[in-house]
């Protein structure tokens, strides 16, 4: 019987430098003899890059935000992650639920007993193996996105909403300690790939000690 594949997430707030490393990260797991697959939310299917485009654009009520995220993420899981983990690939997804947690949770402060009972009702047992908390402080954050693309409705928060969500994001990193790893990637490139780079060595070595 196939091996089970990892779950691996990876997270922030906007300009945290999260999705800068997540092709690396695959490459790396590939190069160690693993079947990768990379996919982001919300997103990550065709119904989910729609939801996308209107999550992002598109003026909405904040239940009606949070509801478009859990909807990617249902057909997200049953259509992508779900699938390629039986068959023992390993996951990496650029946002997972924990970031419904920390932007509508906190950021739009939703509050995280509503966004926990979608999580319950819709994946009670699907958590990552690891995850992985880009941290940067906010005038950092927000310096790399002036220099990016057309911000989305998300990046043109006040910097208020961006506290409240790496506060949520923290809040998280605490309470599961055995899943997050916290990367400050204010650091330099190499500084920032050998941490990830150590601990992927380990996330291998243990998968393969089952």
């Known amino acids: 019987m196939t091996a089970r594949g990892r ?4 997270e922030g707030v906007d300009g945290a430098g999260k ?3 997540a092709a690396w990260i695959a490459d790396t797991l590939r190069a160690a003899g693993l079947s990768v697959i990379t996919t982001r939310e919300p997103g990550g299917t065709p119904l989910g890059e729609i939801l996308r485009g209107l999550v992002l654009s598109e003026s909405m009520t ?3 935000e949070t509801l478009l995220m859990f909807a990617a993420r249902c057909e997200h899981v049953a259509q ?6 039986a068959r023992g690939d390993w996951v990496v997804c650029d946002r997972y639920t924990d970031a419904t947690y920390a932007y509508q949770g906190g950021g739009r402060q939703l509050g995280a007993q509503r966004v926990a009972v979608l999580e319950q009702w819709m994946q009670p047992s699907l958590q990552p193996d ?6 940067v402080p906010l005038e950092l954050a927000r310096a790399r996105l002036a220099d990016a693309r057309e911000p989305d409705r998300f990046e043109r928060e006040e910097a208020a909403f961006f506290e409240r969500t790496r506060s949520a994001y923290h809040a998280r990193a605490q309470a599961q300690p055995e899943r997050f790893r916290i990367v400050d ?7 920032v790939r050998a941490q990830l ?7 291998i070595q243990a998968s393969r000690a089952l």
């Open 19 to 21: 999705s800068t490393h």
């Open 185 to 191: 990637s204010s650091q330099p490139m190499p500084q």
């Open 130 to 135: 690891r995850t992985w908390l880009f941290d």
């Open 62 to 64: 904040l239940d009606t």
């Open 80 to 85: 992508v992650i779900e699938p390629a983990l």
């Open 7 to 10: 779950f691996i997430t990876l």
């Open 197 to 203: 780079e150590s601990e992927l060595k380990a996330l």
